[in-house]
């Protein structure tokens, strides 16, 4: 702004003569004597002081005390002023006079130092302010002029309170000083379309160009809680605040909001998994109610009554007086962490979220009876913010604990995600406590059922081997036909000696199997001798380079060699695992509401499958053996419908190839573990690790006394050790036989010993085809119910 200060457009003339003009005006219209009698006499008082209408300079206003007191005691009355905090001020000044007594000791509370400033904002808002009175009084606009204006007052205990400023200016009188500076209705327009262009404004109001008769009356009104819950709420939300920093302004906050001193504010997460009570992780905040423990089990920091109130209830546990409260409980934990930190009252306020608990809000003091059941309506009317926070920081550690688990253990199945976020919580916690570089330890889970399958191609290294073998031998006779061609044009001795280094290859290729040493040679020659020189021979004629150029668009870029018929296979064994994988996927989405287990799946030359079932890895869960014999009727009819897709899928892919499928049954529990360092699962244990052998060598394993294969195309081998199991299975075939998904075709076969692995036995069993896969899965309780109707 210019030079002009904010009062320079007007001349301030602190008069009462508008009071005085209501006291006439009540006088006419009054019925009641004794009123008229009252108002009279008010009027001869004025008669007496005729400085209350001509007006008083601002530096004899203490001149002047009780004759303004006595006119104005209508505005301010006796029986109000220990209540009203209210004084008169001289307009858009800091001078206030005629103040209630409350507001008189509360200024005098504040110190000597103490300064209130009513107009502490920029010197253009307060002039542009003194212009809007001026168009709503003078001009009779409505403009909005209504703004918080808030001002902080220390208390006697050096406390900031915090009060909002409203000015009622019904006793000032505006005059224009002349007409020259009257406003025209589009000056108006012109103002109001320009509220911040202060050069216009002051164009428009010049020095002294009006006069302000009268005075305004200012009141304040104590918004201190109002203030600390929105100084809470920006706390709270503003992440960049230090830990320490922002708890001690909690602190200060939550003692204006409670008006008590040495007022102190704790917190305590609570962890749902595992029922603790902790502390906060990256905060800074105590716990009262764990005193000097890092955490504690909920039962064991909790007597009957405050896990009956805080646990169960979620409500408010109110301590007035935690003596007397110790004296009346069973367990004294928390309040022995009370009183060792002499405090005497307390209230533990529950945050939850989604009706689980999340944390507690402690505030406690030193004083009985300071904090009681009154003081939860005020922790009521902040509990959202603080809930709010909370949920923010639970939601990073969230964040935290699952950036741990993917850059410790990778992908992580859903059934077991529970138990790396208790070890990566566990780690978060050990870090924040200064233990930098604690590791992330193994994973285990003990006494789980294991349930393996497998649907593998027949004969895959051969296949792949002979669509090499082929694609081989058409690149060598495209190149003998090029080579034939050039010599017709161009004869030198090279040609003739590529040619029948090439017949060599072909017949090489056509008797006997392709291994890598003969593959190896045969890339050398042509990358090093035939493909350098085939580009030469695109010059010798147009029939030439239209051979070389339909080899060459066949030809791999890295390597050199068509891989026409190998591409062929290689895509229908990827579009063929691509179906059984999503095959199983789906079916998967049925396994676990069986009941939750581990599952993973791994696409080769077909898609095996893992599955580990057992209490340990659905531990809110209460494990039975039927879920295991359900889900392996379960694993038996999916393996059912691979077997069926496996085939269906390959009606639009170029080649066609065979499967064989295994079950592999193991009767006992054992324990797996995932190998941080290694980032799978693997089975614990060496007695449990003859189960991996098995997986390993089964589906190669002949039957016994013969040179045949356990697994064929067509059938389903179920690999298993004792007669229980074998009766098993024979329910669930008979049982999927008439429903007509198996075929009658059983038989009872023994196996080779595999590496030290004696008696193994199987079923195998023919599947049916061209069944409807997409009908729902049968159950176990589908078989129990079969099997009392054929009884």
């Known amino acids: 702004m210019g030079n002009n200060s904010s009062r320079d457009h007007m001349i301030v003339n602190l008069t009462f003569k508008k009071v005085v003009d209501q006291y006439i005006a009540r006088l006419e219209k009054e019925d ?14 004025v008669d007496d002081h005729e400085e209350l209408i001509d007006g008083i300079k601002e530096d004899e206003i203490f001149l002047h005390k009780e004759s303004i007191s006595v006119l104005l005691s209508d505005l301010f009355p006796a029986a109000l002023t220990l209540n009203e905090i209210k004084a008169a001020t001289v307009p858009f000044s800091n001078i206030l006079f005629n103040k209630t007594e409350r507001l008189s000791n509360l200024l005098r509370d504040a110190g000597k130092d103490f300064h209130l400033n009513i107009t502490a904002f920029e010197s253009f808002d307060t002039f542009r302010m003194s212009c809007g009175i001026i168009l709503n009084k003078y001009y009779n606009k409505s403009i909005d002029l209504s703004r918080p204006i808030l001002v902080k007052i220390p208390d006697i205990k050096g406390y900031e309170r915090t009060y909002r400023v409203t000015y009622n200016a019904d006793f000032i009188d505006i005059e ?34 009006y006069t302000f008769d009268g005075f305004i009356i200012v009141t304040f009104t104590d918004v201190t809680m109002d203030a600390a819950i929105s100084d809470l709420k920006t706390l709270l939300l503003d992440s960049a605040q230090s830990t320490k920093d922002q708890t001690d302004k909690i602190k200060v906050i939550f003692r204006k909001i409670f008006n008590l001193e040495n007022l102190r504010v704790g917190f305590t997460s609570f962890d749902h998994y595992e029922r603790n009570f902790e502390s906060m992780i990256y905060n800074d905040s105590e716990s009262f109610l764990l005193g000097s423990n890092v955490e504690k089990k909920c039962k064991d920091a909790l007597c009957t009554d405050s896990y009956q109130h805080l646990i169960k209830d979620f409500e408010p546990l109110v301590i007035t007086d935690v003596a007397d409260y110790a004296s009346k409980i069973e367990n004294t934990y928390l309040t022995d962490n009370l009183l060792r930190n002499d405090i005497h009252s307390a209230i533990f306020y529950p945050i939850t979220k989604s009706k689980k608990l999340i944390g507690v809000l ?33 939601q990073e550690y969230e964040n935290s604990i699952k950036a741990l688990i993917q850059t410790e253990c990778t992908s992580i199945h859903s059934s077991v995600q529970w138990k790396f976020e208790r070890e990566a919580r566990r780690i978060l916690k050990a870090r924040s406590r200064n233990s930098k570089n604690e590791p992330f330890k193994d994973v285990g889970f003990q006494d789980v059922y294991p349930l393996y399958g497998q649907i593998d191609i027949v004969g895959s290294s051969d296949a792949r081997n002979q669509a090499i073998k082929k694609d081989l031998i058409n690149q060598m006779d495209q190149i003998g036909e090029i080579f034939a061609f050039a010599k017709k044009y161009e004869h030198l001795p090279i040609y003739d000696q590529i040619s029948y280094r090439v017949l060599e290859f072909r017949k090489e290729l056509e008797n006997g199997p392709i291994d890598a040493n003969s593959q190896r040679d045969i890339i050398k020659l042509l990358n090093d001798e035939i493909n350098p020189v085939i580009k030469h021979l695109m010059k010798l004629s147009p029939k030439i380079e239209r051979l070389v150029a339909e080899y060459q668009s066949q030809i791999d870029e890295t390597s050199g060699v068509i891989y026409q018929i190998r591409n062929d296979y290689d895509n229908t064994v990827q579009a063929i695992n691509e179906a059984l994988a999503n095959c199983i996927d789906r079916k998967q989405m049925e396994a676990q509401e069986i009941f939750p287990h581990f599952f993973e799946r791994f696409k080769t030359d077909g898609v095996e499958h893992n599955i580990y079932l057992g209490s340990s890895i659905a531990a809110e869960q209460e494990f039975n053996v039927v879920y295991l014999y359900n889900l392996r009727l379960w694993q038996l009819q999916t393996m059912i419908a691979m ?12 080649s066609v190839i065979e499967a064989a499928s295994m079950i592999l049954v193991f009767d006992n529990t054992l324990s797996i573990r995932y190998r941080i360092d290694e980032k799978r699962f693997d089975v614990d244990g060496t007695y449990n690790a003859r189960y991996e052998v098995i997986k390993k060598r089964i589906d190669k394993a002949n039957i016994k006394g013969t040179q045949e294969r356990i697994t064929q195309n067509g059938k389903i081998a179920i690999i298993y050790t004792n007669k229980e199991t074998e009766r098993e299975y024979m329910r669930y075939i008979n049982f999927l036989q008439h429903n007509q ?21 199987a079923l195998r069993v023919n599947v049916l085809y061209d069944i409807d896969v997409a009908k729902g899965t049968l159950t176990y309780e589908d078989l129990v119910r079969e099997l009392h109707l054929i009884q």
């Not at 009641?32 to 108002?39: C, E, G």
């Not at 103002?191 to 262009?197: A, E, G, I, M, T």
Request: charged share 30%; no cysteine.
């Open 643 to 654: 077997e069926n897709q496996f085939y269906s899928v390959q009606e639009n892919l170029p």
């Open 741 to 761: 998904l198996l075929g009658n075709e059983v038989e009872h076969l023994e196996l080779e010993d595999v590496q030290g692995v004696v008696g193994l036995k």
């Open 362 to 394: 402690e505030i406690v003091s030193k004083k009985k009876f300071a904090l009681n059941s009154f003081n939860v309506i005020k922790i009521e009317s902040v509990a959202g913010y603080i809930k709010a926070a909370l949920v923010r920081t639970e």
């Open 32 to 45: 009641s004597n004794f009123k008229k009698l009252y108002i009279s006499s008010v009027l001869r008082y």
């Open 176 to 209: 224009l000083n002349s007409d020259e500076y009257r406003l025209s209705q589009e000056d108006i327009k012109k103002l109001l379309r320009s509220p911040n262009d202060e050069q216009l404004w002051e164009n428009y109001f010049l020095n002294e160009s």
